[in-house]
């Protein structure tokens, strides 16, 4: 898929906007991996993010990682890329963005919340509504020794403090067609988005997984699942929802296309990207 041309499902046109392009030793990302399963010594991720256009609604899924965000981790530290740039010419201007959805509220999924201006944390899409899961806001504020309390501090307290922050429960649709669904595991609220269109469903299912090996391997979790089994039963739940509804699945981090299809004879899910 070309990344500004995207595709079109009924009034949605989704496009893809990668920030970077990771490759990790596999068991390094996928510890319990073994060569003949991944077929590599390396896989390579993709952190991108979603650009939803539908009905004068300018809609991003995860904001990836950011500029000039201090994290721990070297290949999301004190980054500085033309991100915004891109995204500008793909027609999702700052002003533009209606829109932002989150699926859980880790470094590379939040970063483009907020930017630095004149040394401060400022929202980057002053007009927009900002969803999130409720659980992990509540956790944050009653933690502050918490190791995400500085991206709290530098990607989500802003958007908070300027009113744009809406913190919904699993279950809700903060925007019509939009669902947010609870698939715990990877985080402690990690959260799964269904869009229901006429035609089809389409999963923007976040970090339930990293690379399609998982999709024939479920069982496999990477190194960012905070909760290995319950990462498992929520990677099987929506593995068998892909399948069951032939969802189209946005994936967050498979490279090439990042999106396909699910499907399974019996317990067995196989992948192919469309
Ligand atoms: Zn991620």
């Known amino acids: 898929m070309n990344e500004h041309s995207g ?9 893809k906007l990668t920030e970077k392009t990771i490759a990790f030793p596999t068991t390094k990302l996928l510890p319990g991996a073994k060569a003949t399963e991944a077929g590599a010594d390396e896989l390579v991720v993709s952190v991108h993010s979603w650009l939803i256009e539908s009905k004068g ?16 981790q070297a290949v999301f530290n004190d980054q500085n890329s033309d991100f915004l740039e891109r995204l500008e010419s793909a027609g999702f201007g700052r002003n533009q963005v209606t829109h932002v959805l989150l699926t859980h509220l880790h470094g590379d999924h939040v970063g483009w919340n907020t930017l630095l201006e004149r040394g401060r944390w400022v929202p980057t899409f002053p007009k927009a509504t900002y969803v999130m899961p409720r659980a992990s806001i509540d956790h944050l504020r ?30 809700e ?46 069982e496999l979790n990477s190194v960012f699942c905070a909760s290995p089994e319950m990462a498992q039963l929520s990677r099987h739940k929506m593995l068998a929802f892909a399948a069951d509804t032939r969802s ?20 067995n899910f196989r992948w192919t990207f469309v």
């Open 142 to 171: 009653g933690n502050s020794d918490d190791p995400l309390m500085p991206l709290y501090l530098d990607s989500i307290e802003p958007v908070i403090s300027s009113g744009q922050a809406v913190l919904i429960q699993p279950g």
């Open 57 to 72: 609604k300018k809609i991003i899924v995860d904001t990836g990682i950011g500029n000039h965000k201090q994290r721990a």
């Open 173 to 218: 649709e903060p925007l019509e067609g939009f669902q947010y669904v609870s698939t715990p595991g990877h985080s402690r609220d990690h959260c799964s988005i269904i869009l229901r269109t006429p035609d089809r469903t389409c999963l923007f299912a976040g970090d339930i997984m990293h690379h399609p090996v998982q999709v024939q391997h479920p």
């Open 248 to 267: 189209l699945y946005f994936s967050s981090h498979f490279a090439e296309t990042s999106v396909g299809e699910v499907t399974r004879s019996n317990e």
């Open 7 to 15: 595709r079109t499902i009924d009034d949605f046109r989704v496009m």
